[in-house]
């Protein structure tokens, strides 16, 4: 058994939010108790203890939308790449990328991801996967990463008929294959989705397959509506809206995530809340791409599940958050809107959308919840309480002030310290992999 003490705790737990002299007991998996540091210390007095060193102990992030196939991607510049629009970033650089992975790369790009998900406290990662050159066996090479690092994943294959029909059904069967497995394994850290890209790269004829070959087992991850393409491509070739097009083939539910969601109609957002689906904000790649601000307001109005992830762009939530809520607030020209939305997204919808994954509780401290815990640095020089803790994160906090990590129990990253896990030979080791893989994609 462990005791985490000498810390501010910040439970996400509305019968006890903060407890300033707070500690947390966990065995195994599960939190086991949570109290004021004397009491747990009377309570378990042989436990193994954590020192949180005063700081802030909380509980781990979850990050529902991000790519892991583009781990490798940090500093790469690819020869006459010039964007003028979301088509011509997808295609002359994430599809670009994504035809040269090799097994050997996308473990390298799991790695990465997962050393910086502990890094910045994240221990909950919902993946939306590509990898082109080499699609077979690329989610169960993921998942066996996934399990040596310790991080709690929901994987998916992203099917798309931008590389011909022999590639997508490669793609479907990589997701009925893996789906398949995590049923069989019953693993408690490793879910599956059905991952498609996007509507304007996915056919009838696709979309027919797809649903055959999930055949009900798990909800969808896809994009959608995250540039014009989506709307543009809908109308005029199938005569209907982007959502109307998922209700047509059964992919809307609440075990589906839709990724993006910028431009949609009212009557869509009504849609997607009426039939629970999820959707994912992922506020800094859209600014970054350029393809517009997701209408967060409006969707909480209607009653949307809404989440937030990274899309990769990060992997540090705290970022994320900051700015979901300055896009919201500069689009609506309003200094007083959105932050109640944007913490609910990280804070309480996050929990509730791996809730529909996975079955122990994530993102709150109390007992029997997982003992996903992280201590942040942060001496804060103006009052902290339980009430005004996001105004500080927002404010004064980045994901990098992590200083432990601990996820479902296993003690992952102890006072910025990897723990079994060999950061600079991995390092080296990934390292060297990009060399090759950019060489790839430049020659």
Partial sequence: MY???????????????????????????????????????????????????????????????THIYSGLARGLSINGYNPTNFYEILDGMWWKLDRELTLEDTKASAYATYLECIRNGVTTVFDHHASYKEIPGSLFAIADCAKEMGIRSCLCYEVSDRDGEAKCDEAIRENADFIRYCKEQKDPMLRAMFGMHALFTLSDKTFEKCVKANDGRTGYHIHICEGLNDVEDSR????????????????????????????????????????????????????????????????????????????????DMLESLKVALTIQRHNAGMPNVAWNEVTTMLFHNNAKIAARYFDTPLGVIREGAAADIIVMDYLPFTPLSGDNLDGHMIFGMNGRQCRTT??????????????????????????????????RVNG
């Fill in 236 to 315: 005029e070739n199938y005569h209907m809206l982007p959502v109307e097009r998922l209700e047509k083939w059964g992919i809307l539910g609440e075990k589906t995530i839709l990724g993006h969601c910028i431009h949609l109609t009212e009557p869509e957002m009504e849609r997607i809340a009426e039939s629970n689906t999820m959707v994912v904000n992922n506020p800094e790649s859209n600014m970054g791409n350029a393809v517009g601000c997701s209408p967060v307001l409006k969707m909480f109005e209607k009653g949307v599940m809404l989440g937030l992830g990274t899309d990769a762009y990060t992997h």
């Fill in 406 to 439: 601990i996820a479902n129990g296993r003690l992952l990253y102890l006072d910025r310290q990897f723990v079994d896990i060999d950061e600079e030979k991995l390092s080296a080791e990934i390292l060297a992999t990009a060399e090759k893989l950019w060489g």
């Fill in 3 to 65: 005791l985490i003490t000498n810390g501010r705790l910040f439970t996400r737990d509305p019968e006890r939010p903060y407890i300033e002299d707070g500690a947390v007991a966990f065995e195994g998996e599960r939190i086991t108790a949570v109290g004021t540091e004397k009491e747990l210390r009377l309570k378990y007095p042989q436990a193994q203890l954590i020192d949180a060193k005063g700081q802030l102990i909380m509980p781990a992030f979850i990050n529902a939308h």
